[in-house]
């Protein structure tokens, strides 16, 4: 089992669907989780931060089930330049583990 | 604010020469990452730094692969003999501490031939 699990993709949504991916992570020890956004051959950004309680970012919400081990991302209204890969991470906050980031899920918004 | 800076942003070079890579951080940022991306895959870590000292290098291939931040600042990763399955974009990354987030560059883009 990968130590980082993302929903295999690619989603093909039309604008302003609504579309949710989940990402599963092994190590119960994980302190922080993220979301980032991977443009085609462009850098990793930070689309939000996974906070216990879920928080909400716009037409982003983020979730975090700690006892399922999982994090998830629900975007809304979807727009067409919400296309890109996104990618979850799972960061121990601890000396011992290392930042591991899921394969990424693509996400195609079709007009 | 200047971002990650790294070059050069595309290499090419036959197998069995040398290529060295070169990245600067945020300033202030006291944490850096070295990862490497295969098409279709997310970033595996190489190695992360906590200012000069290396704390995690358990993925760095070191028959071939060295890394150094001389200083905490600015961070080389070399790779002598190259092979063609070392291929990849490699990313470098910084945050102000390895709870927070991370800002990654453009990345270097090589091909081994």
């Known amino acids: 089992r990968k130590e980082v699990e993302q929903d295999p993709g690619p989603f093909n949504v039309p604008e302003g669907a609504t579309v949710a991916f989940n990402c599963t992570y092994s190590?119960?020890?994980?302190?922080?989780f993220f979301w980032y956004r991977q443009d085609c051959r462009k850098e990793p950004k930070l689309l939000m931060s996974v906070y216990s309680s879920g928080n909400e970012d716009g037409r982003f919400t983020a979730q975090l089930n700690r006892a399922s081990q999982y994090i998830s991302l629900l975007i809304r209204d979807s727009k067409l330049s919400d296309s890109a890969t996104y990618l979850c991470?799972?960061?121990?906050?601890?000396?011992?583990?290392?930042?591991?980031f899921g394969a990424g899920t693509r996400l195609f918004v079709k007009a | 604010e200047a971002g990650v800076v790294q070059s050069p942003r595309y290499k090419i070079i036959e197998k069995k020469q040398p290529v060295a890579f070169w990245c600067n951080p945020i300033?202030?940022?006291?944490?850096l990452y070295w990862y490497l991306q295969n098409l279709g895959q997310g970033p595996e870590l190489l190695i992360r730094?906590?200012?000069?000292?290396?704390?995690?290098d358990s993925q760095l291939p070191k028959d071939r692969f060295s890394a150094e931040r001389l200083k905490g600042v600015d961070s080389t990763l070399k790779i002598q003999p190259a092979e063609l399955g070392d291929s990849a974009v490699y990313l470098c990354?910084?945050?102000?501490?390895?709870?927070?987030?991370?800002?990654f560059g453009p990345g270097t883009r090589l091909t081994v031939l």
């Open positions: 730094y906590e200012n000069e000292e290396a704390v995690d």
């Open positions: 991470v799972v960061n121990p906050n601890t000396g011992g583990f290392k930042t591991i």
């Open positions: 300033s202030g940022h006291n944490t």
């Open positions: 990354a910084s945050s102000t501490s390895l709870a927070d987030t991370q800002y």
């Open positions: 190590n119960s020890a994980s302190q922080s």
